[in-house]
């Protein structure tokens, strides 16, 4: 049975399921959409046990908050909103089929990326000379001292510990498979896959980095911001 | 193509405006306003998150209504966690003695 009808020009880059590029590049933003959706429950539960605990702990809080350096976390959001234009300018590129502007804007967010990384982990170093990894070897002695007005409950301190260590990990980890996602675009662009017609992973992969970049928006105030003043 | 090419100098309009509200949230929070250092904190986050969403992840000019819909959705929920939990556990305090 030859059956002609079916022998449909194949077009780069289109799938058979969809009808058009328009359609299956609207099928895969909507996929990512709904997966960032729940990307924010699974933040949420975090974000949800921070706000029940800080109520209740609100001194301990203030002095753990108060513990983190605030201009290494304010370089690191700078550094993040940084990345996201570059980014933002990359889709614009990859819209326009400018493959030179498009690698090196994608660099440009890795190297971004990876700065906030490095940041993060010499924030982390600190704690860890600083004994504020919650545990056995916690140390709340300095708080305390630097903090008398706050009448802290040692134990508690370790909760603020925990979710921080929590939430900016499970942030890092987002960011590590975002520099992961943003290689792998990195490669197939210096191939010269990515054209005006079809770049729809740079916007998917896009639209996951700014997601990792709001999440951080909320971090940032959340845990370095508590009761700064006096 | 649907989606629409917007103008580099527009997204480094953004850019600027989201470092200046890095900045000043981060300056305010050094003043004593009492319980609205938070307020101001959250809502300054909330902005930067807006202009995100809106120009850097396109959804402005997003023709899907669908994409819409799974972002409201999905605010809707998180609203559900937060604000129910919160009324548990934020009026336990009451029957504290």
């Not at chain 1, 002095?63 to 909103?81: K, M, P, Q």
């Not at chain 1, 982990?121 to 002695?141: L, M, Q, R, T």
């Not at chain 2, 850097?56 to 929920?77: D, G």
Request: proline fraction near 3%.
């Amino acid at each position: 049975m030859a059956d002609s009808s079916l022998a449909v020009e194949h077009q780069e880059g289109l799938d058979h399921q969809f009808v058009d590029r328009e359609q299956q590049r609207n099928a895969a933003s909507l996929g990512m959409w709904v997966f960032l959706g729940t990307e924010v429950m699974f933040f949420g539960g975090m974000f949800c046990a921070y706000l029940i605990y800080r109520y209740w702990y609100y001194n301990e809080f203030a002095a753990g908050s108060r513990s983190l350096d605030i201009v290494l976390g304010t370089t690191n959001t700078a550094v993040l909103i940084c990345s996201s234009l570059t980014v933002a300018l990359g889709v614009r590129a990859a819209q326009m089929g400018k493959r030179r502007l498009l690698l090196l804007l994608l660099l440009a967010t890795l190297v971004f990326g990876l700065g906030f990384l490095v940041i993060k982990g010499v924030e982390w170093h600190d704690k860890y000379v600083e004994h504020h990894i919650p545990g056995p070897s916690f140390n709340a002695e300095e708080l305390i001292r630097k903090n008398p007005e706050l009448h802290i409950d040692p134990a508690p301190t370790q909760i603020y510990f925990s979710l921080y260590f929590a939430m900016t990990g499970l942030h890092a980890l987002h960011m590590v498979v975002g520099v992961g996602i943003f290689c792998f675009l990195t490669y197939y662009a210096w191939k010269g896959r990515y054209t005006p017609e079809y770049h729809t992973p740079v916007e998917i992969g896009g639209l996951y980095w700014h997601f990792v970049d709001i999440i951080w928006i909320y971090l940032f105030p959340l845990l370095y911001l508590i009761d700064r003043k006096r | 193509m649907s989606e629409p090419i917007l103008s580099t100098k527009l997204y480094v309009g953004i850019w600027a405006t989201l470092i200046c509200l890095t900045v000043i949230t981060a300056s305010v929070a050094f003043v004593d306003l009492g319980p609205f250092n938070t307020v101001v904190a959250l809502v300054i986050a909330t902005l930067k998150a807006l202009l995100v969403v809106l120009f850097f992840m396109h959804v402005k000019y997003a023709s899907e209504k669908l994409t819409k819909m799974v972002i409201i959705a999905t605010l809707f929920w998180l609203l559900i966690l937060l604000f129910l939990s919160l009324a548990d556990y934020g009026t336990r305090a009451m029957t504290r003695t």
